[in-house]
C-alpha cells in the first residue's frame, strides 16, 4: 500500500515523499529512499512526531513508529553540513549573470568508527558504503569558472564543451579522488555511476557521438583510476601497496599465494592504515592485553574499544598472512563472541549485520511465502507443517523462525542441523548443541511454557576438519564469520 510523508529537510525547507511500495521495514532502507529522491550527500539520522510525548521530535529507530502523512525530520551529523543536492535541471536565468558560489572543500569520510573513548581508532576508516547517486565534487575555481561559462553557453546556444586535456584531466583527478573516498577499486558499474552523475549535474559535457553521452568519460575514468591507484602505491596506501611487485613475490613463494588483493563488493574498510601513533608493535601489544581482558566477566565495553583500536593490525593478519581458522581464534578469541561478530561486521561494510539481516527478511517475507508454498509434494507438507505456527501467533519472532525452517526445507535440507528446539533444564539436549558448529537455539520455559527464540552461534568453526551444518542458507553469522576472516 503506498504511503507519503513529510520530510523536513532544513528551516523553511520541507518536502512531500512518495512510497509506492508503502513504509520500508527498516529506517536503513528509508534514508536510502530519501538520499535517493532528494539527493542528499550528508550523513544525518531521522526524528519523528512522538505523540506519547506531544508531538515532540523523537530518534527514529524503527519505521513501525510512523505511518502513512507522518512527518518526519533530518537531522544532519555534521553540524557544519548543510543539505546539498545533485542538481537535475538547469540554472535558472538570474543565476547565469553571476559566477557560482564555492563552498569549503569537502573532506573524505573519515571520522572515529565508535565512541569518542575509542581515541585510537583508526582515522581513515570509511564510514559510508558507495552511494546511490554520486556527489559530484566541488571542482578548483579556475576549472568550475571554466564549467560556469559553459554552463551559459550551454543554456543560450545549446553548444557542448569539448573540454582541453588540462581542464579535463584536472576534472578526472578531482573525480578520481573523490571515487577514493569510497573505494580505490571501483567496478565498472561504479565507474558507470560517476560518468552518468557527471554528466547529469553538467549536461554540456556529453560527448557527441556516444549512445549514453559519457562512454568517454568512463574509459577516462578508468585509466586514471590506475593512475591514482599508482600514486597511492608510492605514497604506501596499504591497500593498494599490497599489490605491489614486492608483496606478490612474497605471496608467490608462499604455499598460499594468492591474486591480486581487492575488496569485495560489500567491503568498504578493507585494508585501513593503522591509527595515528600506532604501529605494529604497539597494537600487538594491545591484542596481548586483549586477550587477558577476554577471561573477565562483565568486560564488554573495554572489549569493544580494544577491538576497534586493533582493527587495521587484525585486518592486515587476515589479508596478508591468511591464518587458518584455528589459528585465528586462538589468536582472536574475542572476535568470534556475538557481540563482535556483529562489530566487525560493521567495521568491515559500515552496514549492521542484525538489523540488516531481520528488517530484509521482514521485507521480503510475504514473497518468500509465495515461493515457499507453490512447491509440491512431500516438500510442501513440511513446509505447510513448518509454517503453520505463524497463524498461532502475532510475533514477528516466530514468523521468521518459521520462514527460516521453510527456506531450508525448500533447498531440500534438514532445519534440525540448524535450528535446535530443547527444554532449559534438559542437560543431555544442552550438551548435544554444545557439539554444533553453527547453529540457532530456542529455549522453552517449562512453566509459563514462554518461547524465547534468540540467533546465536553455539560454536563457530572451530576446526578445520570439521565442515559447518550443511544449511545452504545464508544466514546472517555465517555472513558475518565468513567477513570477519576475510
Known sequence: MAATLRVILGVDNSSKLMLPSGIPGSVDILKEEIQRQFGLTEDFRLQYRDVEFDNEYMNLTTTGDIEDKSTIK???????????????????????????QFDAPSFPDTDILSSSDSSASCSSLRLRKWPLNFPIPKFSFDVEFQLHRAQQEYENNGILLDPSPKLKSDILDMLASEIAKYKVYPSSGDIDDVAKALIQKYPFLKETGSVTGCEGWKVSLKYKMANYRTTLRNIGCPEVAINTLQHKRE??????????KKPRKAEVNFLPQYPAGETKKSLEEERQALLIEVKKTNNDQIIKTKMDKTFAHRRREVIEEMPFIAEFKSRWPALFKV????????????????????????QYSDQLMKILRKKGGETARRITAALSAISQSSRIEVKRECILKAVIIYLNENP??????????????????KRMDLGVYKGRRSLQMKEHSLMTPLKMLASLSRDAPSCRIFTMWRAGVHFCLG
Open 74 to 100: 533530518v537531522i544532519y551529523t555534521n553540524l557544519n553540513s548543510a543539505p546539498s543536492t545533485v542538481p537535475t535541471t538547469a540554472p535558472t536565468a538570474a543565476s547565469r549573470e553571476t559566477l557560482p
Open 339 to 362: 557481540p563482535e561478530i556483529n562489530a566487525e561486521f560493521t567495521r568491515i561494510t559500515t552496514v549492521p549485520l542484525l538489523s540488516t539481516f531481520m528488517s530484509s527478511l521482514d
Open 251 to 260: 605471496r608467490e613463494m608462499s604455499p598460499r599465494r594468492n591474486n591480486v
Open 416 to 433: 534440525e542441523n540448524l535450528i535446535k528446539e530443547y527444554m532449559a533444564f534438559n542437560v543431555m539436549e544442552a550438551e548435544e548443541l
